[in-house]
């Protein structure tokens, strides 16, 4: 009997946790998308493509609601747009094709569906 109570108990810890990854928040912009661009963008943004500058503190304000320098028609990120944040579109050099893993894109397009906040 406290045995076929634990198994019970056990399945409803998991189905709870399934619901709650479900429900998860989106994505934080200082916790996981500015550690994306520290790792893997900073090293030529700002330093060989000036207009664009990645670095913490200063890429919320390069990237939301702004012109993309080399496709005006585009805004870098465009809340709740992924599918038309220029972002995301980047590279134009095929050897960049692969810099973000899918889960990372995953995560930056999250955070634009969600409204792009900066948190
Ligand atoms: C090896 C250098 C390099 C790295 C690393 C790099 N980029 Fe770029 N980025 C470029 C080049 C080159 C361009 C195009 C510049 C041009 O055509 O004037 C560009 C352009 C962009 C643009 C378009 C800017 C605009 O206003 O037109 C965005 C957005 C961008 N990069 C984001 C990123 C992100 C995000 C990362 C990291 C995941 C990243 N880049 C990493 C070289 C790099």
Known sequence: M?????????????VTSVVLARDDPPPRFSADVQPIFDGKC????????????????RSYEDLVRVSAATRPAFQRVLPGRPELSYLLVHPPDPSLRDLLTSDERATITDWIRAGARDD
Do not use: F, K, W
């Open 2 to 14: 406290i045995a076929a109570l634990a198994v019970t108990a056990a399945a409803a810890v998991s």
């Open 42 to 57: 900073v090293s030529c943004h700002p330093v060989a493509y000036p207009y664009l500058d990645l670095r913490r503190e």
